[in-house]
């Protein structure tokens, strides 16, 4: 149970938490409560190792877990002197671009405790900060006496559970970087050998430690929900958790290739190592810890960065296989065939038409090695008449959505960059899919100083680095980003907010080039808002309308392809537009599937920049129902999925306001529907509704529902 506090409770709080600890420990062990008490931090220094412990409702969750850092000329790990103790408060809130909600409240107590080695008097910060949804702590480095650069060799940062408790991970060091299934198992499980048992066969050469990807999730016994990440990747290498058959974890920083963590230079703070802790599971969505860890906008003028739904010529490649990327007869990004697309578009009020093919570099072995032709980032392909297509694109009031995939050949893209944005610029272009295929694990070619081939990781410092350099010189041509294959979402957004939305996770995609058998399962997206997408947008591409006989054995074979039939219904497609958040949603079917259906109504519908969200229930692995106010108007949307079992959910209207009346639009599957029986089968209603009423959504396995609510006026 929260217990809330006025203003002047919460500071005497903080200050006589501290004080306590102060009094009693002279300088080695301090601890400080989160403003609304739920949350206490404990900070020992003990015979030289810095150590902390969190408590949820008075309960230890994380127990005495060590911190430092290991650099080839310095030592902070051992042997630490804390200097000194400084704490205060912070109070504030500031408005976000676009987001889930409008307003972030940034409240939280801040320890900072300065340490030295013992033995060579080298300086180091660990700054803490306590929000009411979280810890996140930090190492700061500043310049060492007689030390210019310097490698990092390993951040001893443990995150202790007090608890072995079921967890939801992905694994790091894997071909396909963070495009895998969740497995669901108790920390002390979690390897390699057991998700190859349970999601996907992983056996064989392994290069890298036993390590899973952040958001790592955990759910405690007593429903308490816990979520590691980091906030703020920038100038360092990702953090993943290297998992030792306990319930103890440990930061593992993706290495360079030849070994080292880090490469620094000068003063270094890491990013923020975060822990977001919610009471129940439906708390952990919400969380703004990740963005309120991160530096306000840097953007002077942010006019033109457009929240909004996209159509593309995307999935007439990726899913139904009618069309190609390269050339050759069935080449998709025609003139004539994109036109189509702008028609359609521009008819139904869509903001952008993503093109993927229109340029040079996809004929030679582009997929999936980093070894392919290098693509053209201002080269339109001889099909694709981009002056013709730019002007049609204005006179019809939508814009082309462009598309970056660099099959990883990193280099060759930073030499064109500033063209390629120019061009996007040039052309009408405000927003940009990039892309990163390469499905080898190491295998990121780098040239060294030398001029030989370094081998990296997708995740290290070299590529968290290279992403940032895009997306700046994209802010300078006022462009934003939709990056795929993307380093993870650390709360970037909030500094730079051209970076809209990313993959980071398995797509709709897999629905499309896997077959069934590998199909994302029923259960994917009501995991996902748990775990990547925890104050992160994502561009998922829901939308698919034709879920099962819709993809051809090839563009010249004609013939239904009976092995795709995407786990998912045509109401539980609607309803991911409300529980999955990205300011830029595409509406991912081809337009013929749509044409006609009344249910297309809700993506015309739907908008993507929110007032004000809130979970109204939530299970793991279970299901969702998220519920958002529209920014621009008094309408709220609700979005109710469920995995592979059928539910029943009762729901309160208290989000409505008081007083009011709405009409309500209610999509959803017939009773005896759900992914495998009717996904394509929706029933359309309309109802009346009020603050106090109550809802009972109904869920066939597999199935979701979506409903708009508009004011009647008064
Ligand atoms: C993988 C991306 O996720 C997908 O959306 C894109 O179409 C292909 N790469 C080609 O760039
Ligand atoms: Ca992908």
Redesign the pocket.
């Given at each position: 149970m929260k217990i809330k506090f006025n203003d002047l409770i919460k500071s005497l709080l903080f200050i006589t938490v501290l004080t306590i600890f102060n009094s009693c420990n002279v300088g080695r062990f301090q601890g400080f409560s989160s403003h609304d008490g739920s949350l206490m931090l404990t900070v020992e220094n003990h015979n030289g190792m810095l150590t902390y412990s969190l408590s949820k409702n008075e309960k230890v969750i994380i127990e005495n877990s060590r911190l430092g850092i290991k650099a080839d000329k310095f030592d902070l790990s051992d042997g630490l002197k804390a200097i000194t103790w400084d704490s205060k408060d912070h109070e504030g809130k500031w408005t976000q671009v676009w987001g889930e909600q409008k307003e972030v409240e940034d409240n939280y107590g801040e320890m900072l405790v300065s340490l030295k080695s013992n033995k060579n008097a080298f300086k180091m910060n660990v700054r803490f900060r306590l929000f009411d949804d979280g810890l996140g702590f930090r190492y700061e480095i500043p310049e060492q006496d007689g030390i210019d650069s310097y490698n990092i060799l390993d951040e001893i940062t443990e995150f202790n559970f007090a608890e072995d408790s079921p967890s939801w991970w992905i694994p790091a060091y894997a071909y396909r970087r963070y495009?895998f299934l969740y497995a669901n198992t108790l920390i002390s499980e979690i390897s390699r050998d057991k998700f190859s048992e349970l999601v996907e066969d992983l056996t064989g050469p392994r290069i890298g430690p036993e390590a899973v990807h952040t958001p790592f999730t955990t759910q405690r016994e007593d429903g308490i929900a816990i979520a590691i990440h980091e906030a703020n990747l920038a100038n360092y290498s990702s953090m993943t958790l290297k998992a030792n058959g306990t319930k103890n974890m440990e930061c593992d920083l993706m290495p360079w290739s030849d070994g080292t963590k880090v490469k620094a230079k000068g003063a270094l703070n890491t990013p923020w190592r975060t822990i977001i802790v919610g009471e129940t599971a439906a708390d952990l969505p919400l969380s703004t810890l990740t963005l309120n860890l991160n530096e306000p906008n840097k953007l002077e003028n942010t006019d033109w960065i457009k929240p909004g739904k996209y159509i593309g010529l995307?999935w007439e490649?990726?899913g139904t296989n009618q069309s190609t990327?390269g050339s050759g007869p069935h080449h998709g990004a025609q003139t004539e065939r994109v036109k189509e697309y702008i028609d359609f578009g521009s008819k139904y009020g869509f903001d952008g038409v993503l093109v993927?093919g229109w340029n040079t570099g996809w004929d030679e072995n582009?997929?999936c090695t980093g070894d392919g032709e290098n693509f053209g980032f201002y080269e339109p392909h001889p099909e694709f008449d981009n002056e013709e297509i730019a002007e049609y694109a204005w006179k019809n009031g939508i814009r082309i959505v462009g598309?970056h995939?660099t099959?990883t050949q990193i280099a060759n893209y930073e030499s064109q960059l500033d063209s390629a944005f120019a061009y996007c610029r040039k052309n009408g272009i405000r927003v940009v899919?990039t892309?990163?295929?390469n499905d080898g694990s190491k295998n990121i070619k780098r040239i060294d100083e030398d001029g030989n081939v370094q081998k990296e990781w997708h995740h290290g410092q070299y590529m968290v680095e290279h992403f940032r350099k895009v997306l700046e010189t994209a802010a300078k041509y006022e462009v934003s980003i939709v990056v795929?294959?993307p380093i993870k979402d650390t709360g970037l957004r909030r500094t730079y907010p051209n970076m809209v939305s990313r993959?980071g996770a398995r797509?709709q995609?897999f629905n499309g080039f896997m077959p069934i058998d590998v199909h994302n399962k029923p259960d994917h997206t009501t995991i996902l808002p748990f775990t990547r997408l925890i104050c992160a947008p994502m561009?998922y591409?829901s939308g698919i309308f034709d879920l099962k006989d819709y993809r051809y054995n090839s563009p010249d074979d004609r013939t239904i392809n009976t092995n795709h039939h995407i786990p998912s219904t045509i109401s539980k497609e609607l309803a991911h537009y409300v529980v999955i958040y990205a300011p830029i949603q595409m509406a991912a079917d081809l337009p013929e599937n749509y044409k006609g259906n009344p249910a297309f109504q809700f993506i015309l519908d739907v908008p993507t920049d929110w007032e004000e969200t809130k979970i109204l229930n939530g299970e793991i692995g279970k299901y969702i129902t998220t519920v958002r106010k529209d920014r621009n108007s008094d309408d709220w949307y609700l979005g109710s999925i469920t995995n592979e079992n059928a539910r029943r959910l009762d729901v309160q209207m208290s989000f409505l306001e008081s007083g009011k009346e709405y009409n309500a639009t209610i999509y959803k599957d017939p009773i005896d529907g759900g992914w495998e029986a009717k996904p394509e089968e929706v029933i359309i209603s309309n109802v009346q509704f009020k603050q106090d009423d109550q809802y009972t959504v109904e869920l066939p396995p597999g199935g979701g529902q979506a409903i708009r609510f508009t004011p009647k006026s008064q």
């Open positions: 495009e995307w490649m990726i990327w993927e582009w997929c598309h995939e099959g899919k892309g990163y295929v795929h294959e993959e797509g995609e561009d591409t």
